[in-house]
């Protein structure tokens, strides 16, 4: 959406907006260290991301919001604070840093349970896909500025042929074409963004708004009765409240959110999706792991940042030990008697030749199943050999780890169904306060 320029101006300094920026810049310079801040190390990406399939877990929840403070790499991370920093100092001057901090959390939640009751909108295999970044929480932020300050002007500037094309226009009009824009990436199924957690943080910005700081603009309006042409915003004020057809798209699109989601959650059907968190510990590495268990039997897993780990996992995987329906609800020993079995890698060659190699593997290990037939307990050892590529010649090494596993789930689609409900709600509430409370909530 290009960089936009100008907005309310904070009479004081904003602690709460720079406590938030600074938590954010701390925390991924610690999870983007080793990769020279480029990007995030994957391991946080799935430690801490928030995955809908877990919200009705407890680690689901603490994912929540640890998932505001991850950020995928530097370029995720300085949009969303600028953005930030350019909306968030005018709605927490109005609030108070306190309440807004309240209402940043808050809108963060409302992004992950839009994003939990969208995913069959977009695709159920995100249920089990980890979703990190501030953006929800800060689209609650551009939802009350645009309740708060639809009158302000901002300078947008979008590259157009590597020069930038700058105009000034009204807040609301800028924000309401940001809102539909997420929307209409959501139903395009554009992958690699949540834009249904971005509409929903937005539209829980807007109904937070109301609750949260109405009492702050009525007390605003009564100092501007006594104070006369007192203005708290600097910038040129048109009339208060959204435009007509600002209220009418805003209205339509949130109405037609509700009935989506509300649709999608009442026709699940039978379980398609099950997802289990993982823990693989191996010659004293452990990294979490994300299986996500189709109705048919197949799966995917997550990969690790950690080399054993990544062995280990794919050596497991392919001989059948992850998933096995043959060992549906069983404990099984191969401690003496191995699982044996070989495993095709393809290698890559000069970084443009491919080749497939073979190893062998043997697992000798005491496991737990389930009755799908997926490991939720295990230790051994795994024997295999490992491939190193040296220039244009592989070698074979024989390798030998030792690891434990545990997983918790399955975590269905259950927690689509239970994000649904809240979700319309603050769909409809939200079309509600911008139709109705609009004149009411602005000061600008």
Request: charged fraction near 15%; hydrophobic fraction near 50%; charge should be positive.
């Amino acid at each position: 959406m290009g960089y936009v320029f100008g907005g309310a101006e904070a009479r004081r300094f904003p602690i709460a907006t720079f406590s938030i920026v600074l938590a954010n810049a701390v925390v991924y310079f610690l999870t983007s260290s080793e990769n020279l801040l480029a990007t995030t190390a994957s391991r946080y990406v799935y430690k801490y991301g928030f995955v809908p399939a877990l919200l009705l877990s407890p680690e689901g929840l603490a994912r929540m919001f640890t998932s505001m403070f991850i950020h995928a790499d530097l370029f995720h991370i300085l949009f969303n604070m600028y953005f930030l920093y350019v909306f968030g100092r005018g709605v927490e001057d109005l609030m108070g840093s306190a309440r807004f901090l309240a209402f940043y959390l808050l809108s963060g939640i409302g992004a992950a349970l839009f994003h939990t009751a969208s995913t069959p909108v977009v695709g159920l295999e995100s249920i089990a896909i980890p979703a990190v970044g501030a953006s929800g929480a800060i689209s609650g932020v551009l939802g009350a500025y645009m309740m708060f300050f639809p009158g302000t002007s901002l300078v947008a500037c979008f590259p157009v042929l590597f020069l930038p094309a700058c105009f000034t226009l009204r807040a609301s009009a800028y924000l309401a074409f940001w809102f539909v824009t997420q929307v209409v990436y959501g139903y395009m199924r554009i992958g690699g963004v949540a834009f249904f957690a971005h509409a929903g943080g937005f539209i829980a910005g807007v109904t937070l708004a109301w609750a949260l700081g109405l009492s702050k603009v009525r007390e605003l309006k009564l100092v501007r009765s006594f104070l006369g042409t007192f203005r708290y915003i600097v910038f040129r004020a048109y009339y208060e409240g959204l435009g007509t057809f600002t209220k009418v798209v805003l209205g339509t699109l949130m109405f037609f959110i509700a009935a989506t989601l509300g649709y999608y959650a009442t026709s699940l059907g039978e379980l398609t999706v099950g997802v289990y968190q993982g823990y693989l510990r191996v010659n004293g590495v452990g990294d979490v792991v994300l299986l996500r268990v189709s109705a048919d039997g197949s799966y995917s897993l997550s990969e690790s940042q950690y080399t054993d780990v990544n062995i280990v996992l794919t050596r497991l995987s392919k001989v059948g030990f992850l998933v096995n329906r043959s060992y549906s609800g069983r404990v099984v020993d191969t401690s003496q008697d191995p699982l044996r079995g070989v495993v095709t890698l393809r290698i890559s060659l000069a970084g443009y030749l491919e080749t497939e190699e073979t190893v062998p593997v043997a697992v000798y290990a005491k496991a737990v199943y389930d009755d799908a037939g997926v490991l939720v307990r295990g230790e051994g050892v795994v024997v295999t050999q490992v491939v190193v590529v040296r220039a244009y010649r592989v070698e074979k090494v024989p390798a030998t780890y030792s690891f434990s596993y545990s997983a918790t789930g399955p975590y269905e689609t259950e927690p689509i169904q239970v994000a649904a409900p809240p979700s319309i709600a603050l769909s409809l509430l939200s079309a509600y306060v911008a139709a109705r409370k609009d004149r009411e909530l602005s000061v600008g």
